[in-house]
T-cell receptor, first 114, second 115 residues
Framework: AQKVTQAQTEISVVEKEDVTLDCVYE???????LFWYKQPPSGELVFLIR??????QNEISGRYSWNFQKSTSSFNFTITASQVVDSAVYFC???????????FGTGTRLKVLA | ETGVTQSPTHLIKTRGQQVTLRCSSQ?????VSWYQQALGQGPQFIFQ???????GRGNFPPRFSGLQFPNYSSELNVNALELDDSALYLC??????????????FGSGTQLSVL
């Protein structure tokens, strides 16, 4: 069965600190897609990144970077020099090959303190 | 701004009632999905529509039903409401077929409270 685990329920950091959000997934598919979404207090999930199982290159986008490691089934997300505006709940998700539904983790609430 | 709008934003119902939640996707988005997000949890897949046909369903009972319309709007209907149905209901759309595993554009959700 497919599953996404985000073991960190809540993380608090002080502004300008670096923070890494962990994501571990389980799937029997050889082709799959992984995502990260941000959910601010407004409620809507905002897309951050999509990665397919054949592309293990790490990606950097501004202060955000992602580390995809198939060997450990992990897709971790790092925010460098965190800012108060980064405060939100972050979800990691995996798509199911049969139904194409998203399987979300339980989310990590990030609080960045000024 | 994702271009996906949901209405109403908040709703209070009593157990046993029926409710209809509405979503307006971005123009041209052929796939719409509905998710239920309980407090402190990740979104759970309810069902998905592609070009007005149901294209997948999660572990939700038949009293959860939906429709997708040609004008890129959709609705989620829930009959015989139960207390556990209290949650944030999210609508999400994507441009093409679900088989492409594209990113989803989410609305801000409808917060449903069942008393």
């Amino acid at each position: 069965a497919q599953k996404v685990t985000q073991a960190q329920t809540e993380i608090s950091v002080v502004e300008k600190e670096d923070v890494t959000l962990d994501c571990v997934y389980e799937t029997r598919d050889t082709t799959y897609y992984l995502f990260w979404y941000k959910q601010p207090p407004s409620g809507e999930l905002v897309f951050l990144i999509r990665r397919n199982s054949f592309d293990e290159q790490n990606e950097i986008s501004g202060r955000y970077s992602w580390n995809f490691q198939k060997s450990t089934s992990s897709f971790n997300f790092t925010i460098t020099a965190s800012q108060v505006v980064d405060s939100a709940v972050y979800f990691c998700a995996l798509t199911d090959s049969g139904t194409y539904k998203y399987i979300f983790g339980t989310g990590t609430r990030l609080k960045v303190l000024a | 701004e994702t271009g996906v709008t949901q209405s109403p934003t908040h709703l209070i119902k009593t157990r046993g009632q029926q409710v209809t939640l509405r979503c307006s996707s971005q123009s041209g988005h052929n796939t719409v999905s509905w998710y239920q997000q309980a407090l402190g949890q990740g979104p759970q897949f309810i069902f998905q529509y592609y070009r007005e046909e149901e294209n997948g369903r999660g572990n939700f009972p038949p009293r959860f039903s939906g429709l997708q319309f040609p004008n890129y709007s959709s609705e989620l209907n829930v009959n015989a409401l139960e207390l556990d149905d209290s949650a944030l209901y999210l609508c999400a759309s994507s441009l093409n077929s679900p088989r492409l595993n594209e990113k989803l554009f989410f609305g801000s959700g409808t917060q449903l409270s069942v008393l």
